[in-house]
């Protein structure tokens, strides 16, 4: 299990994340992890990864690929991204076959946020990055607003109504770090460590 939480303002974007996984050992049987599910890209990029513990392996050859590539745009990566994450599913994908069935404890998501230098109107954007149903490849929507994996509908609409509002970048952190402490409190699927980060055009800040 994982908790993702990402919500772009007027004056950033927000990131927040769990660690929890869980895995299928080689007897078959459910193991509990910790992974890091959030990954900076760039001085302007952040993705998150959720579902498989394969999706952290991702993450990091994503990483390498844009410091290859020398990608600082969350748009260039988007564009390289995308094949790239559905290449890397489908090589986990192919060797886990080899091994057991086919489980929805296999499938990932991402979301891809950050600063894209090319639109001065709308600088900030996310991308959701998900499985799709039938084949092991991936797709992408951009989100408006914000977006939780799984979804809280109603913190989803309490961050949309601050960025509405013209709500200062500090209280969509205030609100994305309540949340995410409470589920950790309160949720079993849910635990520490969490981790929190936001993107400004000045660049990339952990918190």
Same mark, same amino acid.
């Given at each position: 299990?994982?908790?993702?939480?990402?919500?772009?303002?007027?004056?950033?974007?927000?990131?927040?994340?769990?660690?929890?996984?869980?895995?299928?050992?080689? %007897?078959?049987n459910l193991i509990e992890l910790k992974v890091e599910r959030l990954?900076?890209?760039?001085?302007?990029?952040?993705?998150?990864?959720?579902?498989?513990?394969?999706?952290?392996?991702?993450?990091?050859?994503?990483?390498?690929?844009?410091?290859?590539? %020398?990608?600082?745009?969350v748009d260039d990566i988007h564009k390289a991204a995308l094949p790239?994450?559905?290449?890397?599913y489908e090589r986990f994908m192919r060797k886990t076959c080899e091994?057991?069935?086919?489980?929805?404890?296999?499938?990932?998501?991402?979301?891809?946020?950050?600063?894209?230098? %090319?639109?001065?109107? %709308?600088?900030?954007?996310?991308?959701?990055?998900?499985?799709?149903?039938?084949?092991?490849?991936?797709?992408?929507?951009?989100?408006?607003?914000?977006?939780?994996?799984?979804?809280?509908?109603?913190?989803?609409?309490?961050?949309?109504?601050?960025?509405?509002?013209?709500?200062?970048?500090?209280?969509?952190?205030?609100?994305?770090?309540?949340?995410?402490?409470?589920?950790?409190?309160?949720?079993?699927?849910?635990?520490?460590?969490?981790? $929190?980060?936001?993107?400004?055009?000045?660049? $990339?800040?952990?918190?």
């Amino acid at each position: 299990m994982s908790q993702l939480i990402a919500c772009k303002s007027r004056d950033g974007v927000v990131f927040g994340a769990d660690a929890k996984a869980v895995d299928v050992d080689a %007897n078959g049987n459910l193991i509990e992890l910790k992974v890091e599910r959030l990954h900076q890209l760039s001085d302007h990029a952040v993705i998150l990864n959720g579902g498989a513990v394969a999706g952290e392996a991702m993450c990091r050859a994503l990483k390498r690929f844009v410091d290859d590539e %020398n990608l600082r745009d969350v748009d260039d990566i988007h564009k390289a991204a995308l094949p790239f994450l559905a290449t890397e599913y489908e090589r986990f994908m192919r060797k886990t076959c080899e091994i057991q069935p086919i489980d929805p404890i296999h499938q990932v998501t991402f979301i891809l946020g950050g600063v894209s230098r %090319n639109d001065s109107q %709308n600088p900030f954007h996310i991308y959701l990055l998900w499985t799709k149903r039938k084949l092991p490849l991936l797709d992408s929507d951009e989100i408006s607003t914000s977006f939780s994996v799984p979804r809280i509908i109603k913190l989803e609409h309490r961050l949309h109504h601050i960025v509405q509002q013209q709500g200062e970048l500090d209280q969509v952190i205030t609100v994305v770090r309540q949340e995410m402490e409470r589920l950790a409190q309160v949720d079993e699927e849910v635990s520490h460590p969490l981790s $929190f980060a936001y993107i400004t055009r000045d660049g $990339f800040k952990h918190l």
